[in-house]
Protein backbone atom coordinates (compact mmCIF):
# COMPACT_ATOMS: atom_id res chain seq x y z
CA UNK A 1 0.00 0.00 0.00
CA UNK A 2 1.22 3.55 -1.28
CA UNK A 3 1.47 6.05 1.80
CA UNK A 4 -0.43 8.76 -0.06
CA UNK A 5 -2.55 7.45 -2.69
CA UNK A 6 -4.31 9.68 -5.27
CA UNK A 7 -6.57 8.77 -8.85
CA UNK A 8 -3.99 9.28 -11.59
CA UNK A 9 -6.87 10.27 -13.75
CA UNK A 10 -6.90 11.91 -16.27
CA UNK A 11 -9.92 13.59 -14.69
CA UNK A 12 -12.07 15.89 -17.14
CA UNK A 13 -14.83 18.16 -16.31
CA UNK A 14 -16.24 21.13 -18.25
CA UNK A 15 -15.67 24.40 -18.23
CA UNK A 16 -17.42 26.06 -14.88
CA UNK A 17 -18.38 22.67 -13.54
CA UNK A 18 -16.95 21.36 -9.86
CA UNK A 19 -13.15 18.93 -10.02
CA UNK A 20 -13.11 17.07 -7.23
CA UNK A 21 -9.94 15.45 -6.31
CA UNK A 22 -9.37 12.93 -3.13
CA UNK A 23 -6.05 11.59 -1.43
CA UNK A 24 -6.29 8.80 1.15
CA UNK A 25 -3.05 8.41 3.09
CA UNK A 26 -2.02 5.49 5.03
CA UNK A 27 0.28 7.15 8.20
CA UNK A 28 -2.00 8.01 11.29
CA UNK A 29 0.32 10.20 12.69
CA UNK A 30 0.21 12.72 9.36
CA UNK A 31 -0.99 15.97 10.87
CA UNK A 32 0.04 18.49 8.34
CA UNK A 33 -1.65 17.92 4.84
CA UNK A 34 -1.14 19.51 1.61
CA UNK A 35 -2.41 20.39 -1.97
CA UNK A 36 0.24 21.54 -5.19
CA UNK A 37 -0.20 22.59 -8.54
CA UNK A 38 1.86 21.22 -10.94
CA UNK A 39 1.98 22.85 -14.55
CA UNK A 40 3.54 20.72 -17.39
CA UNK A 41 6.86 21.47 -17.31
CA UNK A 42 6.81 23.36 -13.72
CA UNK A 43 7.80 22.81 -10.72
CA UNK A 44 5.15 22.65 -7.98
CA UNK A 45 3.15 25.18 -6.38
CA UNK A 46 1.53 24.77 -3.32
CA UNK A 47 -2.42 25.85 -3.30
CA UNK A 48 -3.91 24.82 0.21
CA UNK A 49 -2.31 23.83 3.18
CA UNK A 50 -4.88 22.22 6.17
CA UNK A 51 -4.02 20.95 9.56
CA UNK A 52 -7.91 20.03 11.33
CA UNK A 53 -11.26 18.04 10.71
CA UNK A 54 -13.75 19.80 8.11
CA UNK A 55 -13.28 21.96 5.76
CA UNK A 56 -11.09 25.10 4.51
CA UNK A 57 -11.75 28.03 1.99
CA UNK A 58 -9.61 29.76 -0.26
CA UNK A 59 -11.63 31.62 -3.35
CA UNK A 60 -12.58 28.81 -5.67
CA UNK A 61 -10.51 26.14 -4.00
CA UNK A 62 -11.50 23.99 -0.73
CA UNK A 63 -9.45 21.44 1.28
CA UNK A 64 -11.37 18.93 3.28
CA UNK A 65 -10.19 16.59 6.21
CA UNK A 66 -11.10 14.17 7.62
CA UNK A 67 -7.91 12.33 9.96
CA UNK A 68 -10.56 9.62 11.25
CA UNK A 69 -10.93 8.03 7.72
CA UNK A 70 -7.35 9.17 6.35
CA UNK A 71 -8.90 11.33 3.64
CA UNK A 72 -8.21 14.50 2.18
CA UNK A 73 -9.18 16.16 -1.03
CA UNK A 74 -9.65 19.22 -3.00
CA UNK A 75 -12.76 20.69 -4.63
CA UNK A 76 -12.41 23.36 -7.30
CA UNK A 77 -15.14 25.28 -7.94
CA UNK A 78 -16.06 27.23 -11.54
CA UNK A 79 -13.33 25.10 -12.83
CA UNK A 80 -11.23 27.02 -15.40
CA UNK A 81 -8.74 26.38 -18.42
CA UNK A 82 -6.01 27.57 -16.45
CA UNK A 83 -6.97 25.33 -13.47
CA UNK A 84 -5.52 21.99 -15.93
CA UNK A 85 -2.74 20.69 -14.27
CA UNK A 86 -1.14 17.38 -12.25
CA UNK A 87 -2.59 18.15 -8.35
CA UNK A 88 -0.47 16.39 -6.02
CA UNK A 89 -1.64 15.33 -2.28
CA UNK A 90 1.18 15.62 0.26
CA UNK A 91 1.26 14.71 3.93
CA UNK A 92 3.88 15.08 6.51
CA UNK A 93 4.23 13.85 10.23
CA UNK A 94 4.21 15.94 13.00
CA UNK A 95 7.76 16.98 13.40
CA UNK A 96 8.97 16.24 10.24
CA UNK A 97 10.15 18.51 7.84
CA UNK A 98 10.09 16.41 4.66
CA UNK A 99 6.58 16.00 2.57
CA UNK A 100 5.35 12.43 1.49
CA UNK A 101 3.72 12.85 -2.25
CA UNK A 102 0.96 10.94 -3.84
CA UNK A 103 1.22 10.30 -7.58
CA UNK A 104 -0.77 13.18 -8.61
CA UNK A 105 -4.28 13.32 -10.23
CA UNK A 106 -4.47 14.95 -13.50
CA UNK A 107 -7.16 17.56 -14.46
CA UNK A 108 -8.47 18.62 -17.45
CA UNK A 109 -10.41 21.73 -17.87
CA UNK A 110 -12.42 21.15 -21.48
CA UNK A 111 -13.38 24.99 -22.59
CA UNK B 1 4.95 33.31 -0.08
CA UNK B 2 8.43 32.24 0.23
CA UNK B 3 10.48 32.62 -2.42
CA UNK B 4 13.06 29.66 -3.48
CA UNK B 5 15.30 30.14 -6.32
CA UNK B 6 16.57 27.84 -8.78
CA UNK B 7 19.40 27.96 -10.97
CA UNK B 8 19.88 27.22 -13.85
CA UNK B 9 16.43 26.36 -14.83
CA UNK B 10 17.72 24.30 -17.59
CA UNK B 11 21.21 22.59 -18.53
CA UNK B 12 22.34 20.07 -21.05
CA UNK B 13 25.78 18.39 -19.99
CA UNK B 14 28.26 15.80 -22.42
CA UNK B 15 27.89 12.46 -20.66
CA UNK B 16 30.85 11.79 -18.48
CA UNK B 17 30.81 15.13 -17.23
CA UNK B 18 29.28 17.21 -13.82
CA UNK B 19 26.77 19.70 -13.37
CA UNK B 20 26.28 22.20 -10.56
CA UNK B 21 22.75 22.99 -9.42
CA UNK B 22 22.20 25.80 -6.79
CA UNK B 23 19.22 26.15 -4.54
CA UNK B 24 18.52 29.36 -2.87
CA UNK B 25 16.25 30.53 0.15
CA UNK B 26 15.24 34.20 -1.27
CA UNK B 27 13.75 35.73 1.71
CA UNK B 28 14.22 33.25 4.75
CA UNK B 29 16.46 31.12 6.41
CA UNK B 30 16.07 27.25 5.46
CA UNK B 31 18.37 25.20 7.88
CA UNK B 32 16.87 22.07 5.71
CA UNK B 33 16.17 21.63 2.36
CA UNK B 34 15.15 18.80 -0.08
CA UNK B 35 16.04 17.97 -3.11
CA UNK B 36 13.67 15.71 -5.71
CA UNK B 37 13.83 14.33 -9.09
CA UNK B 38 11.01 14.06 -11.17
CA UNK B 39 10.88 12.16 -14.59
CA UNK B 40 8.35 12.94 -17.32
CA UNK B 41 4.94 11.94 -15.99
CA UNK B 42 5.58 10.42 -12.90
CA UNK B 43 5.34 12.10 -9.61
CA UNK B 44 8.32 13.45 -7.07
CA UNK B 45 11.11 11.24 -5.55
CA UNK B 46 12.86 11.91 -2.95
CA UNK B 47 16.48 12.14 -3.46
CA UNK B 48 17.70 13.91 -0.31
CA UNK B 49 17.76 16.22 2.82
CA UNK B 50 20.30 18.60 3.05
CA UNK B 51 20.62 20.00 5.93
CA UNK B 52 22.95 23.35 6.89
CA UNK B 53 26.34 22.69 8.31
CA UNK B 54 26.18 18.92 8.08
CA UNK B 55 25.96 16.36 5.91
CA UNK B 56 23.01 15.36 3.86
CA UNK B 57 20.70 12.21 4.05
CA UNK B 58 20.06 10.53 1.37
CA UNK B 59 16.91 8.17 0.52
CA UNK B 60 17.95 4.60 -0.05
CA UNK B 61 18.67 3.80 -3.73
CA UNK B 62 20.57 7.33 -3.77
CA UNK B 63 23.98 7.42 -4.41
CA UNK B 64 25.68 9.76 -2.39
CA UNK B 65 28.70 10.03 -4.23
CA UNK B 66 27.40 10.46 -7.70
CA UNK B 67 24.36 13.48 -6.21
CA UNK B 68 26.56 15.55 -3.77
CA UNK B 69 25.06 18.19 -2.02
CA UNK B 70 26.39 20.97 -0.09
CA UNK B 71 24.22 23.26 2.15
CA UNK B 72 27.17 25.72 3.50
CA UNK B 73 25.11 28.33 4.57
CA UNK B 74 21.13 29.13 5.62
CA UNK B 75 20.16 30.15 1.78
CA UNK B 76 22.55 28.08 -0.43
CA UNK B 77 22.26 24.29 -0.89
CA UNK B 78 23.69 22.70 -3.93
CA UNK B 79 23.45 19.36 -5.93
CA UNK B 80 26.65 18.64 -8.32
CA UNK B 81 25.66 15.26 -10.68
CA UNK B 82 28.87 13.75 -11.13
CA UNK B 83 29.80 11.75 -14.02
CA UNK B 84 26.68 12.86 -15.69
CA UNK B 85 24.53 9.79 -17.94
CA UNK B 86 21.80 10.21 -20.13
CA UNK B 87 19.67 8.42 -17.58
CA UNK B 88 20.54 10.85 -15.28
CA UNK B 89 18.08 13.70 -17.80
CA UNK B 90 15.68 14.78 -15.44
CA UNK B 91 13.86 17.38 -14.12
CA UNK B 92 15.13 18.25 -10.42
CA UNK B 93 13.45 20.31 -7.69
CA UNK B 94 14.79 21.80 -4.87
CA UNK B 95 12.15 22.85 -1.84
CA UNK B 96 12.49 24.38 1.65
CA UNK B 97 10.37 24.45 4.80
CA UNK B 98 9.09 27.89 6.50
CA UNK B 99 9.59 27.43 9.89
CA UNK B 100 6.43 27.94 11.54
CA UNK B 101 3.19 27.86 10.31
CA UNK B 102 2.83 24.33 9.95
CA UNK B 103 5.90 24.03 7.86
CA UNK B 104 5.29 24.92 4.55
CA UNK B 105 7.42 23.51 2.09
CA UNK B 106 7.98 25.86 -1.07
CA UNK B 107 9.39 24.90 -4.32
CA UNK B 108 11.96 25.87 -6.41
CA UNK B 109 11.60 26.50 -9.84
CA UNK B 110 13.10 23.44 -10.86
CA UNK B 111 16.25 22.57 -12.72
CA UNK B 112 15.68 20.42 -16.44
CA UNK B 113 19.04 18.67 -17.21
CA UNK B 114 19.91 16.55 -20.44
CA UNK B 115 22.76 14.65 -20.56
CA UNK B 116 23.98 13.68 -23.88
Known amino acids: QKEVEQNSGPLSVPEGAIASLNCTYS??????FFWYRQYSGKSPELIMS????GDKEDGRFTAQLNKASQYVSLLIRDSQPSDSATYLC???????????FGSGTQLTVLP | GAVVSQHPSWVICKSGTSVKIECRSL??????MFWYRQFPKQSLMLMAT?????????EQGVEKDKFLINHASLTLSTLTVTSAHPEDSSFYIC????????????FGEGSWLTVV
Open chain 2, 95 to 106: SAAVQGAGNTIY
Open chain 1, 27 to 32: DRGSQS
Open chain 1, 50 to 53: IYSN
Open chain 1, 90 to 100: AVKRGSARQLT
Open chain 2, 27 to 32: DFQATT
Open chain 2, 50 to 58: SNEGSKATY
